[in-house]
């Protein structure tokens, strides 16, 4: 990606990472954006995201990406902005335009939102409803600097979408964040991956004593340390004391069932018990040294550097409390735990366990999973194709993006759609890692790495197509056209098609086929050229993609449409085989049947 007009990346190393994906240059104003939202949601297939959650158009209503994880009970709603040149302030009306998006977003007419971003209107809507959602986040995302005009307009866009919550959906518990993502924001965020430590700065902590514990690698001292020391420490710091939790500090909504208003008012309440009825917090440190006592017997911890790793929000809110609110809490204590790590392998353990934001994901369980280990060395004989089977790269895939990554979660998406479950593909895709009866279902002792290129060229040509036919302006498309954006805005498509496909696969190949996990090609080929074997078949059948937009409603959770759909789409692609049998032909002869 080429370097944009004032920008300088020689003091701006997150900014760099970002020109450095060329993979994201197809986005075009979107490429930050996504680099971003990978950066701060960690998924591993930036394509197969934008697919699913991009929203951009020249009628978006303001929302440039709409982002539902009920698996991570968020809703991210984000804009972007990319400017020639980095000097100076972003527009504060991209923001303003947030409060806009919320307000179509939460409570437009579904009817008159454009289909780009209906499907989304309804998810979100479905997900607040069912009680999915414990969090709403706005970005704005942007290559300036961050201003005050900005966080002005971002304060008003979250006080709008608080208050739409609150009215339409009364009875759910909703935490509302915004924040500005500019310049410096964005090398925070690189930093932050970097090293877990971004206060350096020593501060001494009066404490009751306390025991170590102590490792090759590690050390950790346990005991107990003032609220009023806690406050001063976010006072001076305040997020930057999160580095290793990535969801810094949520805000506080003024309900009895969030946390972080619950923190508080215990906190003021019950100063006293504070210690006993929190669970505590968890600082990284570059050092310490508990120093001797003075004649009352108390004692000091000098710490350099702090990286909250586990209690953010208990920080958050403590330090958020107004100077009256903080005279109650006169002797309220905090359990903490301060760790020095030298290994920075055994560093990143600790954040990832101990983060409970940052949980370890259900991919990681099954990495040492037989099949997966299986798969992992079969995949050593497949050309371009770098797959890790539960493995993750973190946050560093975000950085520098492997070309040949076969994404284990997109992998996971492709094989349950192509063998009839695009409902688990899109909806529930972690069940298939965490539910081990799922689990064996779609990575069955049968399936294997060559078929798995079979299915996931499937999901890439699909997906292809989709930012084709999306990248056709509006006002250029053809009524046909028209009709395939329409499915294609619809939240699942993607995995609907692919699973109307898989069912069809003995009219497209022209045999009959006893297990489909027996497909493979003939020749023992890479990812990407599955992917164009693919694209003639995935072409023609998106003329009949019409005949699955019933089974989009809903999000794919109408089982029932769902089979109507796909047997309606089988019948018309049955019709046109036999009067275009040539792109059919053409895969049936490259397909290893058995």
């Not at 993979?23 to 697919?51: H, P």
Request: a negative charge; one cysteine or more.
């Amino acid at each position: 990606m080429a370097q944009r007009q004032g920008s300088s990346t020689q003091d701006a190393p997150g900014y760099a990472a970002f020109e450095s994906r060329d993979d994201l240059a197809e986005y075009g104003d979107n490429a930050l954006l996504l680099f971003v939202a990978q950066l701060r949601l960690g998924f591993d297939d930036v394509d197969t995201f934008a697919s699913n959650c991009l929203t951009d158009s020249n009628n978006d209503k303001k929302c440039d990406l709409v982002a539902v994880s009920a698996d991570k009970q968020r809703i991210v709603l984000a804009q972007g902005y990319m400017s020639k040149t980095t000097s100076g302030e972003a527009p504060a009306n991209k923001a303003s335009d947030l409060n806009t998006g919320v307000s179509w977003l939460l409570s437009g007419d579904l009817d008159g939102l454009p289909e780009t971003l209906r499907g989304a209107a309804q998810e979100v809507r479905d997900a607040l409803a069912g009680d999915e959602i414990r969090e709403l986040q706005l970005w704005y995302v942007h290559n300036r600097q961050e201003s005050k005009n900005v966080a002005d307009e971002l304060t008003q866009a979250l006080r709008t979408a608080d208050g739409i919550i609150k009215r339409e959906f009364p009875d759910r518990d909703v935490d509302v964040s915004a924040v500005e993502i500019g310049r410096a924001a964005l090398e925070e965020e690189y930093a932050r991956m970097q090293a877990p430590i971004l206060v350096s700065d020593e501060f001494t902590f009066d404490v009751p004593g306390g025991f170590e514990i102590e490792a090759a690698d590690w050390s950790a001292f346990s005991t107990a340390v003032e609220v009023t020391a806690l406050r001063t420490l976010w006072e001076t710091h305040k997020t930057k004391l999160m580095s290793p939790n990535i969801r810094d500090y949520l805000g506080v909504v003024r309900s009895s069932g969030n946390i972080n208003f619950g923190i508080k008012e215990t906190a003021k309440g019950q100063p006293d018990n504070f210690a006993i009825f929190n669970n505590g917090i968890t600082v990284l440190v570059n050092d310490y040294e508990l120093q001797s006592g003075d004649d009352e017997g108390k004692q000091s911890l000098r710490i350099e550097g702090a990286g909250i790793v586990n209690g953010g929000q208990t920080t958050g809110a403590l330090g958020s409390l107004n100077p009256t609110e903080a005279e109650s809490t006169a002797g309220a204590m905090v359990m903490a735990r301060f760790v020095k790590c030298t290994n920075t392998a055994v560093l990143g353990d600790i954040v990832k366990y101990n983060n409970t934001q940052n949980k370890v994901e259900a991919t990681d369980f099954r990495s040492k999973d037989a099949v997966q280990d299986r798969l992992r060395k079969e995949f050593e004989t497949v050309p371009d194709a770098d797959y890790r089977g539960g493995r993750r790269g973190g946050a560093t895939d975000a950085i520098q993006r492997s070309k040949t990554l076969v994404p284990d979660s997109s992998v996971a998406q492709a094989l349950a759609a192509f063998h009839g479950e695009p409902n688990l593909a899109y909806n529930e895709t972690r069940s298939i890692w965490d539910n081990d009866a799922v689990y064996s279902r779609v990575f069955r002792d049968a399936v294997t790495a060559t078929h798995i290129v079979y299915a996931y060229g499937l999901l890439k040509a699909i997906e292809q197509a989709k930012l084709k036919i999306l990248g056709i302006a509006e006002d250029e498309r053809t009524d046909a056209q028209k009709r395939h954006a329409a499915f294609f805005s619809a939240r699942g498509s993607n995995y609907l098609l692919l699973a109307a496909i898989g069912s069809c696969i003995e009219t497209i190949l022209g045999v009959a086929v006893a297990d489909r996990h027996s497909l493979r090609f003939k020749k023992n080929l890479s990812p990407a050229q599955s992917t164009a074997a693919w694209q003639p078949v995935v072409d023609l059948a998106m003329a009949f993609s019409g005949h699955l937009a019933p089974a989009t409603d809903r999000g794919l959770k109408a089982q029932d449409r769902v089979k109507k759909a796909i047997e309606d789409f089988s019948s018309m692609l049955e019709a046109v085989r036999s009067a275009n049998p040539v792109p059919f032909d053409a895969l049936a002869a490259a397909t290893q049947k058995a």
